[in-house]
């Protein structure tokens, strides 16, 4: 059993990251993702249909489910009734943190400056998503960031594509990308699988 955001983050070098309007949808799109090598799956809670969506996904076997856009301690409470094995969060609050670190799951905090990481690391925390990646400033920020915060690690998130991602997974402290271009809108399955496959073999 998975049981550390570090082998989570290992488990493959793309996470997608999914916006899911109708939970009937969830599971036949899991399925193509781990059939394609993908199984780290993010579900955002951006759409009413999320929490259905991840006790959904959670029946497929060999997928990891989490829950991205977690943004409140309701918020939190409910993806962990659901079944969620990780938490995303787009940004940090001493208040969220406190809670989910509290609990032990395996968690993923946003964090664009080096302000957010010194909270991060007040908690304990190591591993953090770089977001919104691009508008913060691209990997040159990153690198920058990187230096003095030598122990941590990095899932950049947010305007990375097929196009860029490698480049983003050659720096070290990179350890995976979060995207949505596996899944692009109007996608079939075995299409959304293709995707996956090539985003496997983006690998280190």
Known sequence: MTTTIADIMRTSPVIPVLVIDDAATARPLAEALVKGGLRVLEVTMRTPAAIDAIREMKQVEGAIVGAGTVVNTDQFAQVMDAGAEFIVSPGLTDRLGSAIVDSGV???????????????????LRHFKFFPAETSGGLKALKA????????????????????????????????VGGSWVTPKGASFEQVEALAREAVALGK
């Open 106 to 124: 395996p968690f993923l905090p946003g964090i664009a400056n080096a302000g957010d990481i010194m909270r991060g690391y007040d908690l304990g």
């Open 145 to 176: 960031l990187a230096a003095p915060f030598y122990e941590a690690k990095f899932c950049p998130t947010g305007g990375v594509s097929a196009a860029t991602a490698a480049d983003w997974l050659g720096f070290d402290p990179v350890l995976c």
